[in-house]
Protein backbone atom coordinates (compact mmCIF):
# COMPACT_ATOMS: atom_id res chain seq x y z
CA UNK A 1 0.00 0.00 0.00
CA UNK A 2 1.14 3.47 -0.68
CA UNK A 3 2.80 5.52 2.14
CA UNK A 4 1.66 8.79 0.41
CA UNK A 5 5.56 9.94 0.72
CA UNK A 6 6.51 12.06 -2.40
CA UNK A 7 10.04 13.50 -3.13
CA UNK A 8 9.10 17.13 -4.67
CA UNK A 9 12.31 16.84 -6.33
CA UNK A 10 10.88 14.23 -8.18
CA UNK A 11 8.17 16.63 -9.62
CA UNK A 12 9.38 18.06 -12.38
CA UNK A 13 6.65 19.59 -14.20
CA UNK A 14 2.77 20.65 -12.77
CA UNK A 15 0.72 17.81 -14.46
CA UNK A 16 2.85 15.63 -12.03
CA UNK A 17 1.32 16.51 -8.72
CA UNK A 18 -2.10 14.98 -10.08
CA UNK A 19 -0.37 11.68 -10.12
CA UNK A 20 1.38 11.93 -7.13
CA UNK A 21 -2.27 12.91 -5.72
CA UNK A 22 -3.98 10.15 -7.04
CA UNK A 23 -1.55 7.62 -5.25
CA UNK A 24 -2.23 9.58 -1.84
CA UNK A 25 -5.51 10.22 -1.59
CA UNK A 26 -8.45 7.76 -1.26
CA UNK A 27 -10.68 7.35 -4.09
CA UNK A 28 -13.38 9.62 -2.64
CA UNK A 29 -11.43 12.90 -2.36
CA UNK A 30 -9.66 12.42 -5.85
CA UNK A 31 -12.47 11.80 -7.64
CA UNK A 32 -14.34 15.30 -6.11
CA UNK A 33 -10.88 17.00 -6.95
CA UNK A 34 -10.95 15.41 -10.00
CA UNK A 35 -14.03 15.02 -11.64
CA UNK A 36 -16.79 17.85 -13.42
CA UNK A 37 -20.52 17.91 -14.00
CA UNK A 38 -22.82 15.56 -16.34
CA UNK A 39 -20.83 14.35 -18.88
CA UNK A 40 -17.72 16.17 -18.09
CA UNK A 41 -17.50 17.64 -21.95
CA UNK A 42 -16.71 21.43 -20.66
CA UNK A 43 -14.39 19.85 -18.05
CA UNK A 44 -12.22 18.68 -20.75
CA UNK A 45 -12.91 21.40 -23.25
CA UNK A 46 -11.23 24.10 -20.57
CA UNK A 47 -8.00 21.91 -20.80
CA UNK A 48 -8.06 21.44 -24.66
CA UNK A 49 -9.16 24.44 -25.95
CA UNK A 50 -6.52 26.37 -23.69
CA UNK A 51 -3.82 23.84 -24.83
CA UNK A 52 -4.64 24.39 -28.40
CA UNK A 53 -3.99 28.09 -28.24
CA UNK A 54 -0.75 28.83 -30.47
CA UNK A 55 1.54 31.21 -28.96
CA UNK A 56 3.72 33.22 -31.40
CA UNK A 57 7.52 32.63 -31.29
CA UNK A 58 9.64 36.11 -31.66
CA UNK A 59 13.69 35.92 -31.36
CA UNK A 60 16.42 38.91 -31.12
CA UNK A 61 13.75 40.75 -28.64
CA UNK A 62 15.95 41.24 -25.51
CA UNK A 63 14.65 39.48 -22.62
CA UNK A 64 17.38 39.49 -20.49
CA UNK A 65 15.16 41.35 -17.56
CA UNK A 66 12.15 39.74 -17.17
CA UNK A 67 9.05 41.49 -14.64
CA UNK A 68 6.63 38.90 -13.86
CA UNK A 69 4.68 41.76 -11.45
CA UNK A 70 1.60 42.24 -11.45
CA UNK A 71 -0.65 45.23 -9.96
CA UNK A 72 -3.93 43.95 -8.53
CA UNK A 73 -6.25 45.57 -6.95
CA UNK A 74 -3.76 48.36 -4.55
CA UNK A 75 -1.06 45.50 -4.39
CA UNK A 76 1.99 44.46 -6.60
CA UNK A 77 1.93 40.60 -6.98
CA UNK A 78 5.15 39.44 -7.72
CA UNK A 79 3.41 36.82 -10.02
CA UNK A 80 0.08 37.02 -11.64
CA UNK A 81 -1.18 34.20 -10.22
CA UNK A 82 -3.74 33.87 -6.84
CA UNK A 83 -4.40 30.58 -5.38
CA UNK A 84 -8.31 30.09 -6.16
CA UNK A 85 -10.79 29.06 -3.12
CA UNK A 86 -11.69 25.47 -2.93
CA UNK A 87 -13.79 23.76 -1.04
CA UNK A 88 -12.68 21.06 1.99
CA UNK A 89 -8.95 21.50 1.06
CA UNK A 90 -8.06 20.61 4.50
CA UNK A 91 -9.32 17.02 3.73
CA UNK A 92 -5.91 16.47 1.15
CA UNK A 93 -3.78 17.79 3.77
CA UNK A 94 -3.92 18.30 7.63
CA UNK A 95 -5.07 21.68 8.23
CA UNK A 96 -4.52 22.04 4.35
CA UNK A 97 -5.81 25.48 3.66
CA UNK A 98 -3.24 26.89 6.37
CA UNK A 99 -0.22 25.12 4.64
CA UNK A 100 -1.27 26.50 0.65
CA UNK A 101 -1.92 29.97 2.37
CA UNK A 102 1.36 29.87 4.10
CA UNK A 103 3.05 28.79 0.31
CA UNK A 104 1.54 31.88 -1.36
CA UNK A 105 2.13 33.87 1.09
CA UNK A 106 6.08 33.25 1.55
CA UNK A 107 6.15 34.34 -2.34
CA UNK A 108 3.71 37.42 -1.92
CA UNK A 109 0.92 35.64 -3.33
CA UNK A 110 -3.13 35.60 -2.28
CA UNK A 111 -5.03 32.71 -1.16
CA UNK A 112 -8.78 32.72 -0.99
CA UNK A 113 -10.14 30.95 1.13
CA UNK A 114 -13.72 29.08 0.16
CA UNK A 115 -17.02 29.55 2.35
CA UNK A 116 -16.86 25.68 2.56
CA UNK A 117 -13.17 25.15 3.72
CA UNK A 118 -12.29 22.64 6.81
CA UNK A 119 -9.73 25.51 8.61
CA UNK A 120 -12.11 28.82 9.32
CA UNK A 121 -10.91 32.42 8.41
CA UNK A 122 -9.46 32.87 12.04
CA UNK A 123 -7.52 29.74 11.76
CA UNK A 124 -5.89 30.41 8.09
CA UNK A 125 -5.01 34.18 9.61
CA UNK A 126 -3.80 33.05 12.83
CA UNK A 127 -1.67 29.95 11.87
CA UNK A 128 -0.81 31.15 7.83
CA UNK A 129 2.16 33.51 7.68
CA UNK A 130 1.20 37.39 7.01
CA UNK A 131 -0.22 37.64 3.38
CA UNK A 132 -2.70 38.52 1.25
CA UNK A 133 -5.50 36.86 2.43
CA UNK A 134 -9.17 36.85 0.32
CA UNK A 135 -12.44 35.63 0.97
CA UNK A 136 -14.85 33.78 -1.30
CA UNK A 137 -18.33 33.90 -0.43
CA UNK A 138 -21.52 31.58 -1.72
CA UNK A 139 -25.29 33.08 -1.81
CA UNK A 140 -26.51 31.49 1.45
CA UNK A 141 -30.36 31.51 2.02
CA UNK A 142 -29.73 32.89 5.92
CA UNK A 143 -28.16 36.35 4.63
CA UNK A 144 -27.50 37.24 8.61
CA UNK A 145 -25.07 34.13 8.55
CA UNK A 146 -23.45 36.07 4.84
CA UNK A 147 -23.40 39.36 6.73
CA UNK A 148 -21.61 37.43 9.68
CA UNK A 149 -18.92 35.97 7.57
CA UNK A 150 -18.72 39.29 5.86
CA UNK A 151 -17.91 40.87 8.97
CA UNK A 152 -15.68 38.03 10.14
CA UNK A 153 -13.45 38.11 6.56
CA UNK A 154 -12.74 41.52 7.79
CA UNK A 155 -12.04 41.10 11.15
CA UNK A 156 -9.33 38.45 9.70
CA UNK A 157 -7.97 40.84 7.14
CA UNK A 158 -9.15 40.00 4.13
CA UNK A 159 -8.21 41.72 1.44
CA UNK A 160 -10.88 41.03 -1.14
CA UNK A 161 -14.29 39.44 -1.23
CA UNK A 162 -14.93 36.93 -4.04
CA UNK A 163 -18.17 36.48 -4.10
CA UNK A 164 -19.39 33.17 -5.98
CA UNK A 165 -22.49 33.71 -8.06
CA UNK A 166 -22.25 30.50 -10.39
CA UNK A 167 -23.28 27.93 -7.87
CA UNK A 168 -27.08 28.40 -7.10
CA UNK A 169 -27.29 24.83 -6.59
CA UNK A 170 -24.99 22.34 -7.15
CA UNK A 171 -24.08 20.65 -10.27
CA UNK A 172 -25.02 16.95 -10.81
CA UNK A 173 -21.48 15.34 -10.01
CA UNK A 174 -21.87 11.73 -11.49
CA UNK A 175 -18.35 11.04 -9.75
CA UNK A 176 -19.23 12.16 -6.52
CA UNK A 177 -22.09 9.48 -6.18
CA UNK A 178 -19.91 6.28 -7.87
CA UNK A 179 -17.18 7.36 -5.41
CA UNK A 180 -19.19 7.63 -2.04
CA UNK A 181 -18.33 11.72 -1.90
CA UNK A 182 -22.19 12.15 -1.71
CA UNK A 183 -24.99 9.19 -1.54
CA UNK A 184 -26.87 7.31 0.98
CA UNK A 185 -23.64 5.02 1.98
CA UNK A 186 -21.13 7.46 1.31
CA UNK A 187 -19.75 7.97 4.81
CA UNK A 188 -19.31 4.20 4.94
CA UNK A 189 -17.71 3.80 1.71
CA UNK A 190 -15.34 6.52 2.52
CA UNK A 191 -14.07 5.26 5.42
CA UNK A 192 -13.02 1.59 3.56
CA UNK A 193 -11.29 3.72 0.89
CA UNK A 194 -9.43 5.33 4.00
CA UNK A 195 -7.98 2.16 5.23
CA UNK A 196 -6.52 1.59 1.52
CA UNK A 197 -4.55 4.88 1.71
CA UNK A 198 -2.62 4.60 5.59
CA UNK A 199 -0.27 7.65 4.54
CA UNK A 200 -3.49 10.04 4.14
CA UNK A 201 -5.39 8.13 7.06
CA UNK A 202 -2.39 8.90 9.92
CA UNK A 203 -1.70 12.43 8.28
CA UNK A 204 -5.77 13.77 7.75
CA UNK A 205 -7.81 10.93 8.55
CA UNK A 206 -6.85 10.94 12.54
CA UNK A 207 -4.98 13.77 13.22
CA UNK A 208 -6.55 16.46 10.73
CA UNK A 209 -9.19 16.94 13.05
CA UNK A 210 -11.78 18.49 13.22
CA UNK A 211 -13.59 17.51 9.90
CA UNK A 212 -15.31 20.03 10.28
CA UNK A 213 -16.35 23.09 7.54
CA UNK A 214 -14.52 25.51 9.94
CA UNK A 215 -16.78 28.92 8.63
CA UNK A 216 -20.05 27.10 9.03
CA UNK A 217 -19.45 25.41 12.94
CA UNK A 218 -20.21 28.98 14.57
CA UNK A 219 -23.64 28.23 13.12
CA UNK A 220 -24.11 24.69 12.16
CA UNK A 221 -21.86 23.23 15.48
CA UNK A 222 -21.67 19.23 15.49
CA UNK A 223 -23.86 19.49 11.91
CA UNK A 224 -20.92 21.12 10.06
CA UNK A 225 -19.07 18.02 9.05
CA UNK A 226 -18.60 15.87 6.15
CA UNK A 227 -21.54 13.52 6.21
CA UNK A 228 -23.56 15.06 3.86
CA UNK A 229 -21.54 17.63 2.48
CA UNK A 230 -22.90 18.01 -1.23
CA UNK A 231 -26.64 17.94 0.42
CA UNK A 232 -25.99 21.07 3.03
CA UNK A 233 -25.33 23.15 0.06
CA UNK A 234 -28.16 22.27 -1.55
CA UNK A 235 -30.93 22.83 0.66
CA UNK A 236 -28.94 26.23 1.99
CA UNK A 237 -27.95 28.10 -1.18
CA UNK A 238 -30.10 30.49 -2.56
CA UNK A 239 -31.28 30.34 -6.16
CA UNK A 240 -33.54 33.32 -6.17
CA UNK A 241 -31.17 35.83 -5.72
CA UNK A 242 -31.20 38.53 -8.32
CA UNK A 243 -28.64 40.99 -9.75
CA UNK A 244 -30.64 43.82 -8.30
CA UNK A 245 -30.07 41.93 -4.77
CA UNK A 246 -25.74 42.42 -4.21
CA UNK A 247 -26.03 45.89 -3.70
CA UNK A 248 -26.19 45.29 0.18
CA UNK A 249 -22.77 43.13 -0.35
CA UNK A 250 -21.45 45.84 -2.31
CA UNK A 251 -22.88 48.45 0.93
CA UNK A 252 -21.51 46.05 3.26
CA UNK A 253 -18.13 45.54 2.11
CA UNK A 254 -16.06 48.57 1.43
CA UNK A 255 -13.18 46.32 0.11
CA UNK A 256 -12.16 44.87 -3.61
CA UNK A 257 -15.44 43.12 -4.70
CA UNK A 258 -14.67 40.29 -7.27
CA UNK A 259 -17.71 38.30 -9.15
CA UNK A 260 -16.21 35.05 -9.90
CA UNK A 261 -18.35 33.03 -12.43
CA UNK A 262 -18.88 34.93 -15.29
CA UNK A 263 -19.38 33.48 -18.71
CA UNK A 264 -21.56 35.79 -20.62
CA UNK A 265 -20.91 39.44 -21.60
CA UNK A 266 -24.30 40.71 -20.65
CA UNK A 267 -23.15 38.99 -16.96
CA UNK A 268 -19.81 40.73 -16.96
CA UNK A 269 -21.19 44.04 -17.85
CA UNK A 270 -24.05 43.47 -14.90
CA UNK A 271 -21.15 42.99 -12.72
CA UNK A 272 -19.32 46.04 -14.38
CA UNK A 273 -22.77 48.18 -13.48
CA UNK A 274 -23.58 46.88 -9.83
CA UNK A 275 -19.90 48.63 -9.06
CA UNK A 276 -17.40 45.21 -8.63
CA UNK A 277 -14.20 45.66 -8.54
CA UNK A 278 -13.02 42.68 -10.51
CA UNK A 279 -14.97 39.58 -12.23
CA UNK A 280 -13.26 35.54 -12.55
CA UNK A 281 -14.16 34.32 -16.22
CA UNK A 282 -14.70 30.71 -14.86
CA UNK A 283 -17.44 27.75 -15.39
CA UNK A 284 -16.06 26.67 -11.92
CA UNK A 285 -13.97 24.13 -13.52
CA UNK A 286 -16.24 22.79 -15.43
CA UNK A 287 -18.03 21.95 -12.67
CA UNK A 288 -21.69 23.15 -12.85
CA UNK A 289 -23.53 22.89 -15.96
CA UNK A 290 -21.77 20.83 -18.74
CA UNK A 291 -21.98 21.94 -22.08
CA UNK A 292 -20.88 25.53 -21.51
CA UNK A 293 -17.99 27.34 -23.12
CA UNK A 294 -14.75 26.74 -21.51
CA UNK A 295 -13.08 30.07 -20.27
CA UNK A 296 -10.42 30.14 -22.91
CA UNK A 297 -13.53 30.68 -25.83
CA UNK A 298 -15.32 33.48 -23.45
CA UNK A 299 -12.85 35.28 -21.79
CA UNK A 300 -11.73 37.12 -25.24
CA UNK A 301 -15.39 38.97 -25.70
CA UNK A 302 -15.99 39.28 -21.82
CA UNK A 303 -11.94 41.36 -21.44
CA UNK A 304 -13.44 43.54 -24.63
CA UNK A 305 -16.27 44.46 -23.52
CA UNK A 306 -15.44 45.07 -20.16
CA UNK A 307 -11.64 44.96 -19.11
CA UNK A 308 -11.24 48.80 -19.12
CA UNK A 309 -14.07 49.35 -16.31
CA UNK A 310 -13.10 46.47 -14.15
CA UNK A 311 -10.01 44.25 -13.50
CA UNK A 312 -10.60 41.00 -15.71
CA UNK A 313 -9.53 37.89 -13.86
CA UNK A 314 -10.05 33.94 -14.88
CA UNK A 315 -9.37 30.44 -14.65
CA UNK A 316 -10.72 26.57 -15.27
CA UNK A 317 -8.00 24.73 -17.81
CA UNK A 318 -4.83 25.97 -15.93
CA UNK A 319 -2.36 23.16 -15.74
CA UNK A 320 1.19 25.25 -16.48
CA UNK A 321 2.81 28.13 -16.66
CA UNK A 322 2.32 28.07 -20.41
CA UNK A 323 -1.48 28.38 -19.83
CA UNK A 324 -0.75 31.45 -17.37
CA UNK A 325 0.41 33.17 -19.87
CA UNK A 326 -2.40 31.76 -22.78
CA UNK A 327 -5.04 33.29 -20.02
CA UNK A 328 -3.21 36.55 -20.05
CA UNK A 329 -2.82 36.72 -23.93
CA UNK A 330 -6.76 36.16 -23.92
CA UNK A 331 -7.64 39.10 -22.07
CA UNK A 332 -7.11 38.21 -18.41
CA UNK A 333 -4.94 40.12 -15.62
CA UNK A 334 -4.37 37.73 -13.42
CA UNK A 335 -4.97 33.92 -13.28
CA UNK A 336 -7.15 31.56 -10.54
CA UNK A 337 -5.53 28.05 -9.56
CA UNK A 338 -7.38 25.47 -8.23
CA UNK A 339 -6.78 21.76 -9.62
CA UNK A 340 -3.12 22.35 -9.75
CA UNK A 341 -2.61 23.67 -6.17
CA UNK A 342 -4.91 21.04 -4.64
CA UNK A 343 -2.95 18.27 -6.36
CA UNK A 344 0.27 19.90 -5.08
CA UNK A 345 -0.62 20.41 -1.60
CA UNK A 346 -2.16 16.62 -1.53
CA UNK A 347 0.80 14.77 -2.77
CA UNK A 348 3.37 17.21 -0.46
CA UNK A 349 1.65 19.54 1.73
CA UNK A 350 3.00 23.32 1.90
CA UNK A 351 6.27 21.91 0.07
CA UNK A 352 4.52 20.79 -2.66
CA UNK A 353 2.15 24.12 -3.46
CA UNK A 354 5.77 26.29 -3.03
CA UNK A 355 7.29 23.61 -5.75
CA UNK A 356 4.39 24.22 -7.98
CA UNK A 357 4.74 28.02 -7.63
CA UNK A 358 8.47 27.81 -8.60
CA UNK A 359 7.66 25.64 -11.85
CA UNK A 360 4.76 27.81 -12.75
CA UNK A 361 7.14 30.53 -12.65
CA UNK A 362 9.62 28.55 -14.55
CA UNK A 363 7.31 27.84 -17.28
CA UNK A 364 6.17 31.58 -17.49
CA UNK A 365 9.45 32.48 -17.68
CA UNK A 366 10.41 30.44 -20.91
CA UNK A 367 7.35 31.25 -22.47
CA UNK A 368 7.82 35.21 -22.56
CA UNK A 369 11.20 34.23 -23.20
CA UNK A 370 10.28 32.72 -26.58
CA UNK A 371 6.96 34.67 -27.32
CA UNK A 372 9.47 38.27 -26.70
CA UNK A 373 7.69 40.08 -23.77
CA UNK A 374 9.72 41.30 -21.03
CA UNK A 375 6.94 42.01 -18.58
CA UNK A 376 3.81 40.75 -17.81
CA UNK A 377 1.78 44.02 -18.59
CA UNK A 378 2.95 43.30 -22.50
CA UNK A 379 1.37 40.16 -22.64
CA UNK A 380 -1.52 40.52 -25.28
CA UNK A 381 -2.96 39.02 -27.95
CA UNK A 382 0.21 39.85 -30.25
CA UNK A 383 1.70 36.64 -28.92
CA UNK A 384 -0.71 34.35 -30.59
CA UNK A 385 -0.96 33.00 -33.82
CA UNK A 386 -5.02 33.28 -33.50
CA UNK A 387 -7.70 33.23 -31.42
CA UNK A 388 -10.18 30.95 -30.28
CA UNK A 389 -13.71 30.80 -31.95
CA UNK A 390 -16.52 31.96 -29.86
CA UNK A 391 -18.86 28.70 -30.20
Known amino acids: MDDGVTRMDSIVSASHF ?20 FDEQTLDANV ?20 LGTHLFGRTHPLPVMLGPIGIGGMFRRRGETLAARAAHRRG ?6 TVSICSLREVRALAADGPLWFQLYVIRDRAFMRDLIEGARAAGAEALVF ?28 LQAMGRPGWAWDVGLHGRPHRLG ?10 GLDDYIGWMAANFDPSIQWRDLGWIR ?30 VSNHGGRQLDGVSSTARALPAIAEAVGDRLTVLADSGVRSG ?46 MTLTGVSKVSAIDRSILTDLPDER
Not at 164 to 190: A, Q
Not at 215 to 222: D, F, S, T, Y
Request: proline share 4%; glycine share 10%; net charge neutral.
Open 48 to 67: ADLRAIQLRQRVLRDVAELD
Open 251 to 280: ELWDGPLIIKGILDVEDAREAAALGADGIV
Open 109 to 114: LAFTLS
Open 18 to 37: REAARRRLPRFLFDYAEGGA
Open 164 to 191: TVDMPTPGIRYRDVRSGMSGRYGPMRRV
Open 215 to 224: NLEPVLGNAS
Open 322 to 367: LDIVRMLALGARGVFLGRAWLYALAAGGEAGVARLLDLLEREMRVA
